[in-house]
């Protein structure tokens, strides 16, 4: 059974985050960051397609075939489509503090990674991907990749859905952070030797975390 919760402005049920790290790699939904705040607990007896509730723009649409565009550097992603990673991309890439070696500026990208590595230099406020889109009609996803020495792994600034499957996110001090998104799913990573496994905000409508494997992070889910 997956468990979500939807906000609403009537709101009665509560759980807090000490909790729900009882239930790692359950398929739960987590309520938002430093959460006391009560939730109205929708719980579904079938899973979200892809087409579902998370995105109309989204990403899981994206033709593969016909939107096919290769990275092989850090770069900036400004344009919708399906984007493969070719090779590793190592020593942060020569991205400077501050900033990020990919960041995605546009809804409806896919960034495949095909197993390729990310890796920074743990440089501070360094950030290995960067999403910040527009809210309204727009989704990203990230998969097949890992992520390793940045002071984000993958950051999601915002944008309407977010999705980040099959992502290996290690020795960072945030594994995985979204903020600013309405629909969240992270699925299917592995999230280990971080200062903070995944970091999650209050402003998010929908969360779906499940099939994760959190080990040896400091604190797993914030």
């Known amino acids: 059974m997956n468990i979500y919760y939807q906000r609403h402005d009537w709101q009665f049920a509560s759980f807090s985050i000490e909790s729900l790290n009882k239930h790692i790699g359950d398929e739960l939904v987590v309520p938002s960051v430093h959460t006391e705040r009560k939730l109205l607990i929708v719980l579904l007896i079938f899973t979200i397609s892809s087409s579902g509730c998370f995105g109309t723009q989204n990403a899981n649409q ?28 190592t020593n942060g890439g020569g991205t400077g503090i501050s900033e990020s070696c990919i960041k995605i500026l546009s809804g409806g990208v896919v960034l495949d990674g095909n197993g390729h590595t990310i890796s920074g230099r743990g440089n501070s406020h360094t950030t290995g991907i960067q999403v910040s889109t527009s809210k309204v009609n727009s989704g990203v996803k990230i998969q097949n990749l890992s992520v390793t020495n940045w002071h984000n792994g993958v950051e999601f600034r915002q944008t309407m859905t977010a999705n980040i499957e099959n992502v290996e996110a290690s020795s960072n001090v945030f594994g995985i952070s979204v903020e600013n998104a309405s629909q969240v799913r992270i699925k299917s990573n592995t999230i280990q030797n971080n200062t903070i496994g995944i970091r999650v905000d209050d402003g998010i409508d929908q969360i779906e975390i499940g099939n994760n494997s959190l080990s040896n992070n400091r604190i797993n889910i914030l």
């Open 62 to 89: 994206i033709s593969k075939v016909e939107n096919k565009k290769t990275i092989n550097t850090c770069k900036s992603v400004d344009k919708p489509g399906y984007y493969e990673l070719r090779s590793n991309i």
